[in-house]
């Protein structure tokens, strides 16, 4: 069991636990023993997907005299993202609930080399690694992040449904999205300011041949969002 099960057990805090369990001696292994710190320094299709969630929607911090952490929050309904994310890194780090009137939960590691990667690769510069801008399993995982994807109603009197894609983020990760869609062979999409950011969307049949590009016969991907995107890449066949 883990601290957190044992305090919720015996109804007392984790820090409690964790005294008790020290005073006695007992070694508490590490959440993080297993964490896998090489996991992106190869460009698979599951670590670009995983790269790309994190570009849109982790956070990499830097302290004096700690090891920089990755963190992620998410919605309290998309936890499974966040369990399948500490599956791929493989520790045991909890996923903790930030905001239970809101709904929302965290998880957070700490490793030197996974931060340092994500920096390399473009994390907060002005350009993304070429070998990121040309892999759809990373755009698919800034869509996740950042995206969304929906079948819409028309206002009456036609009552008809069309498909709509949308995704925000920093201008230079948004004009790397339209080169990708370009030398994909979808073309006519331009990047917009949209507040302090920017975005890039469209409808129709555009917005379905994204979905199959991003999501046809792939994963990781989102579950409620890859669950949209099959209903859209119907529509288009």
């Not at 710190?37 to 997907?49: I, Q, R, V």
């Not at 800034?142 to 009456?156: E, F, H, N, T």
């Not at 920017?198 to 409808?203: A, E, F, H, K, S």
């Amino acid at each position: 069991m883990s601290l957190g099960q044992i305090a919720t057990e015996f109804s007392v805090t984790v820090p409690s636990v964790r005294g008790l369990i020290s005073r006695r001696g007992i070694n508490i292994p590490s959440v993080s023993e297993g964490l896998r710190h090489d996991a992106f320094d190869s460009l698979t299709p599951d670590s670009c997907y995983w790269i790309g969630f994190l570009f849109a929607d982790g956070c990499v911090s830097y302290r004096p005299g700690h090891l920089p952490q990755i963190s992620i929050g998410l919605a309290e309904r998309d936890r499974g993202q966040l369990v399948a994310l500490r599956d791929y890194l493989g520790c045991g780090n909890s996923i903790s609930q930030t905001n239970p009137t809101q709904g929302s939960c965290q998880f957070s590691v700490r490793s030197r080399s996974l931060a340092d990667r994500l920096i390399e690769l473009g994390r907060y510069d002005d350009s993304i690694d070429e070998r990121l801008v040309v892999s759809r399993d990373f755009w698919r995982g800034v869509v996740d992040g950042d995206g969304s994807l929906g079948i819409y109603k028309r206002a009456a009197p036609s009552g008809r449904t069309f498909a709509q894609f949308r995704v925000v983020g920093r201008r230079h990760v948004m004009t790397a999205f339209v080169s990708f869609l370009e030398s994909s062979g979808i073309s006519g999409l331009s990047v917009r300011p949209h507040k302090s950011i920017c975005t890039v969307g469209t409808t129709c049949g555009p917005a379905e041949r994204i979905a199959s590009l991003l999501y046809l016969n792939a994963e990781p991907a989102l579950a409620r969002k890859a669950e949209i995107a099959a209903q859209m890449i119907v529509r288009q066949r």
